[in-house]
């Protein structure tokens, strides 16, 4: 059973050793630890003390493309160098390194695909206020968007299986975080939360420059993300509400018609009938949507079974290397 820990990092050469000596050199069950690096084009020395501690593999971008981007990368490198169990966690030193035991174990142990880390949001001190408050309220969001009980959905720190690795498609360019939750849960993925310790802030976040910026890109990334999984559902929701309007207009006009009072409620129909045809353009919207969500399912049947042939190759590869 192999593990590799994946760490993204951008201009981390401050804080990343400190990261790295916390984590863990032997778990019960897991037969070999390795680890990771994504440099997201690191303009400082962040390579070069990740390469001088001795980490494993480093996935280089030459300028930098993003959180989102640097997960999958690091995904895809973790498969096809042999890993059954991949951890994310951050070059910041932000959790607790002696946690990845606690989050790899219902993995190891066949109960579950993913773990997501709680942190301990309320008690920790440098979490203002407000961002405490938005954190809470992001989280409610993403559990309605992926009908999941996930706590902390912006949590980064992560445990999945092979299996639930290989299966997984970021699509947006801001963070992984929300949109893997969203399609874990529609997706119907074995997935579940652990509570875990956090340390003390070594850097402010870099994930985002203000609030209300954070709010905004979070809120893009899960209606976007909701549209992506549950796209009948969500166009339903908008075609309903016209349509439903749009009749009781239409009722209302027969009404006041049958009286002898229809002339003057002419606006009425006219309403009605825009209404209608909108509800209608929306549901027609809604079937195209699921048919081509039908499709992307197909594309990412696909992926996974790409993966699973290049894994199975990296696999058989060493072996022979070994045999040799």
Not at 46 to 57: F, L, M, Q
Not at 266 to 283: D, I, P, R
Request: net charge neutral; with cysteine; hydrophobic share 40%.
């Amino acid at each position: 059973m192999k593990l590799i820990i994946q760490i993204p990092c951008y201009n981390e050469a401050e804080t990343l050793e400190v990261a790295l000596n916390d984590l863990p050199k032997h778990i019960d069950g897991i037969d070999e630890i390795e680890y990771l690096i994504i440099n997201d084009g690191s303009r400082d020395n962040t390579v070069e003390v990740a390469k001088r501690w001795g980490v494993n593999y480093v996935v280089n971008f030459r300028r930098n493309k993003g959180l989102a981007k640097g997960f999958m990368a690091g995904l895809d490198a973790c498969l096809r160098n042999g890993a059954d169990i991949i951890v994310n966690t951050d070059a910041d030193n932000q959790y607790n390194g002696d946690d990845i035991e606690t989050i790899v174990r219902p993995i190891l142990e066949g109960k579950t695909d993913i773990v997501i880390g709680e942190r301990p949001i309320d008690q920790t001190e440098h979490f203002s206020p407000i961002k405490k408050k938005l954190q809470h309220f992001g989280s409610w969001v993403v559990r309605v968007a992926s009908n999941t009980d996930i706590p902390d959905a912006p949590s980064g720190f992560r445990a999945y299986s092979r299996d639930a690795a290989m299966r997984l498609n970021v699509t947006n360019e801001y963070t992984y975080t929300l949109e893997t939750i969203v399609q874990a849960g529609r997706d119907k993925m074995a997935m579940t939360s652990l509570p875990i310790r956090t340390n003390g802030e070594l850097r402010p976040s870099r994930l985002f420059n203000s609030m209300m910026g954070y709010v905004k890109k979070s809120m893009v990334t899960i209606v976007r993300a909701f549209i992506m999984y549950s796209p009948l559902r969500f166009f339903a929701m908008l075609g309903i509400v016209p349509l439903i309007l749009g009749f009781i207009l239409g009722v209302r006009f027969v009404i006041y018609y049958c009286i002898g009072l229809g002339s003057y409620h002419f606006q009425s129909l006219v309403l009605s009938a825009v209404l209608m045809a909108t509800g209608l353009l929306t549901m027609i919207i809604a079937l195209l949507a699921d048919l081509i969500a039908r499709n992307r399912k197909l594309l990412e049947d696909i992926q996974y079974h790409v993966r699973k042939l290049d894994y199975d190759l990296a696999v058989k590869e060493k072996e022979e290397k070994e045999s040799e």
